[in-house]
């Protein structure tokens, strides 16, 4: 069974950083490449942040750029997001997602497999 667990989501000040992780069981996703949603209420999910199966490319929303950072540990099938200089903005629920290689990394659709998310809270 597949599986994508994702933790490390919080209550933060503006200002602030959170590190998200998640932890992909089930099946090998080092080579797949993988990226990072949010999802806040009343919205739609929106990209944040991909990354390619070797790690060597990295995508990022406008809205998060200089500010987050995705990586990832194939050795340890674990896909990270690093968030510092959080705003209220940021405030929402955090998935990180499977992607069929060969597709557009900012659509939803090309994600094949979700983790349950986090939720990440920023005050002013």
């Known amino acids: 069974q597949v599986q994508l667990v994702e933790s490390g989501g919080g209550s933060v000040q503006a200002g602030g950083s959170l590190r998200l992780s998640c932890a992909t069981s089930?099946?090998?996703?080092?080579?797949?490449?993988m990226g990072w949603f949010r999802q806040a209420p009343g919205k739609e999910r929106e990209f944040v942040a991909a990354?390619?199966?070797?790690?060597?490319?990295?995508y990022y929303a406008d809205s998060v750029k200089g500010r987050f950072t995705i990586s990832r540990d194939n050795a340890k099938n674990t896909v990270s997001l690093q968030m510092n200089s959080l705003k209220p903005e940021d405030t929402a629920v955090y998935y990180c997602?499977?992607?069929?290689?060969?597709?557009?990394?900012?659509?939803?659709?090309?994600?094949?497999?979700w983790g349950q998310g986090t939720q990440v809270t920023v005050s002013s």
């Open positions: 089930g099946r090998t996703f080092s080579r797949y490449p």
């Open positions: 997602a499977v992607r069929e290689g060969g597709t557009y990394y900012e659509r939803p659709s090309s994600y094949i497999y």
């Open positions: 990354i390619s199966w070797s790690g060597g490319l990295t």
